[in-house]
C-alpha cells in the first residue's frame, strides 16, 4: 500500500491508546477481580456456615433426646420406687394478648407494654420468674399464657418469625437475617435460636428481644363474647393454662 492510505494505516497503528481509557480499564478489570474474590469469599463461607449449622442442629437434637430419656427413665424410676416424679419448673411462657384495649386499666397497659403486647394477639416469650409471674397474675384478664413446648417454638419461629434489624420488621426466611442480629452474641442460626428459647440460655434477652411479637391469627372457630371475660379454669379462655396453650397456638398459627 502506497499514499495517503497507507499513511492512515501507518498513523493509526502508531496512535497511543487515551491515558482516560487505560485507567478506565484498569479501574473495570480492579472491579472485576474485586467483585470475583468476594464471590468466592462468600460462597466458601457459606460452604463452612452449613456445615456448622448442621453440627449444631444434630447436637441440638441429640440433646433434646437426652433430656427426654432422663425424664422419662426418672418417672419410671419413681413409678416403680411408689413414688412421684416432680419435673422441673418451667423457666419461659408464651403469652398471648386476647382482649382489646377497652377497659384496660394503666397499670396493665404498662405491664403489657413491658411484655410488647401492644395488639390483639400479639404472642411473645417471657422469662418465668417471681417479678415476671407478679406481673402475668396483673394482666390474667386479658391475656392467655401457658408453657410451650420445643414443637410449638418451632413452629413460632419458622412460620411467624420476623427479626428486627435496625428497628424494621424483617422475615427470618434464612440464617443471614438470625446472623446480622445476633451473631454476635454467638447465634448464627434457626437452631440456634430456637435452642436458646427453650433452654433459656445466658442470651435469652437478646434473642427474644431481637424476634418481633408474633402476629397470630383469630383462633378456628373464634372466641366467644362469654368465655373470652372468663378464666381459663372456669372454663373461660384468660390467664394461666399450663401446656394447654400448645393446643391454642396450633388453631391460631
Avoid at 491508546?17 to 478489570?29: D, H, I, R
Avoid at 392467655?144 to 420488621?169: D, M
Avoid at 446472623?179 to 435469652?204: M, P, Q, R, W, Y
Amino acid at each position: 500500500l502506497v499514499g495517503p492510505l497507507s499513511f492512515q494505516i501507518s498513523k493509526i497503528l502508531t496512535m497511543k491508546t487515551p491515558e482516560s481509557v487505560l485507567k478506565k480499564q484498569a479501574t473495570q478489570s480492579k472491579i472485576a477481580k474485586d467483585r470475583d474474590a468476594a464471590k468466592k469469599a462468600a460462597d466458601d463461607k457459606a460452604a463452612k456456615d452449613v456445615g456448622v449449622w448442621k453440627a449444631n442442629a444434630k447436637k441440638y437434637e441429640e440433646e433434646y433426646a437426652a433430656a427426654e430419656k432422663a425424664a422419662v427413665d426418672n418417672r419410671r424410676q419413681a413409678k416403680a420406687q411408689g413414688g412421684f416424679y416432680v419435673p422441673a419448673e418451667p423457666k419461659v411462657a408464651l403469652v398471648i394478648r386476647i382482649r382489646g384495649t377497652i377497659g384496660v386499666s394503666p397499670k396493665a397497659k404498662k405491664v403489657m407494654r413491658l411484655f410488647r403486647l401492644r395488639q390483639l394477639h400479639n404472642a411473645t416469650f417471657v422469662r418465668l420468674n417471681e417479678a415476671t409471674i407478679r406481673m402475668l397474675r396483673l394482666i390474667e384478664p386479658y391475656v392467655t399464657y401457658g408453657y410451650p413446648s420445643r414443637p410449638t417454638i418451632e413452629k413460632l419461629v419458622y412460620k411467624r418469625g420476623f427479626g428486627k434489624l435496625n428497628n424494621q420488621r424483617i422475615p427470618i426466611a434464612d440464617n443471614s437475617v438470625i446472623e446480622k442480629g445476633l451473631g454476635s452474641v454467638g447465634i448464627t442460626c434457626a437452631a440456634d435460636l430456637i435452642h436458646e428459647l427453650v433452654t433459656v440460655g445466658d442470651n435469652f434477652k437478646a434473642a427474644n428481644n431481637f424476634l418481633w411479637p408474633f402476629k397470630l391469627n383469630s383462633p378456628k372457630g373464634g372466641f366467644s363474647r362469654k368465655t373470652k371475660l372468663l378464666h381459663f379454669m372456669e372454663g373461660g379462655e384468660a390467664g394461666a393454662r399450663g401446656e394447654e396453650i400448645n393446643k391454642l397456638v396450633k388453631k391460631m398459627i
